[in-house]
């Protein structure tokens, strides 16, 4: 059974522990134990009402070699600081693949990457270190998908596309076949990407318009 420590108690960090307890309780053994979660305030901690311990602050943490501590932060900013500071520390990580997920055994997954409940990685797809794939995501065959990016819920990347590292995409973002998004992006909710994506650009309709057509 693998020891775990989440970092961070927000959002992210609670859904997380929904899909740790739902591994343990369809698993004719438990898989993972939790033994507490960190943040820099107790606030989040408390708002979610976890069965689990505080263990204190991230910041003044001493690493644990004995157990795995597992990324439970959403916002990339925070996200890469801890991240960063957790592998100097010699920190050992873990990720977690939702049971209802489905993988092509010919995926490739990295090092504490996160796949929710049902997404779908098809086949040749590879997916580097910490990432998160969101629930109801779709990552297309041959995709290849860079370190530390957060794509959130119902994402779909078509088959052949590419993203680099440090990227968020939005809920309902579409990347057309062969797509390639770079580095450090944000892709707003509901974009579909059809040309190309640079480094350090945001993604998003300035005007949107409503049709509707009756008859």
């Known amino acids: 059974m693998k020891k775990i420590i989440i970092l961070g108690c927000g959002s992210h960090a609670a859904e997380l522990v929904d899909y740790i307890e739902y591994i ?45 501590y597992l990324l439970g932060i959403g916002n990339l900013t925070i996200r890469t600081k801890v991240l960063e500071e957790f592998k100097l520390k010699n920190a050992k990580f ?15 997954i990295g090092e504490g990457t996160i796949i929710s409940h049902n997404a779908s990685v098809g086949p040749k797809a590879k997916i580097g270190r910490f990432n998160v794939i969101n629930s109801r995501c779709t990552i297309g065959h041959d995709s290849i998908i860079g370190e530390n990016n957060f794509i959130s819920p119902q994402v779909v990347l078509g088959g052949g596309s590419k ?53």
């Open 163 to 215: 993203v680099g590292d440090n990227n968020l995409l939005g809920t309902n973002s579409c990347l057309i076949p062969e797509i390639e998004v770079g580095n450090n992006n944000k892709i707003m909710a509901g974009m579909v990407i059809s040309n190309k994506v640079k480094d350090f650009e945001t993604v998003f309709y300035r005007y949107k318009e409503k049709l509707i057509i009756r008859g």
């Open 24 to 68: 343990n309780k369809t698993s004719t053994q438990n898989q993972y134990n939790i033994i507490g979660l960190m943040d820099v305030t107790e606030e989040h901690y408390h708002h979610y009402g976890y069965n689990y311990p505080y263990l204190g602050d991230i910041d003044e943490h001493i690493v644990d070699v004995e157990v795995f």
């Open 94 to 108: 873990t990720g977690i693949i939702h049971p209802t997920a489905l993988i092509s055994d010919s995926a490739e």
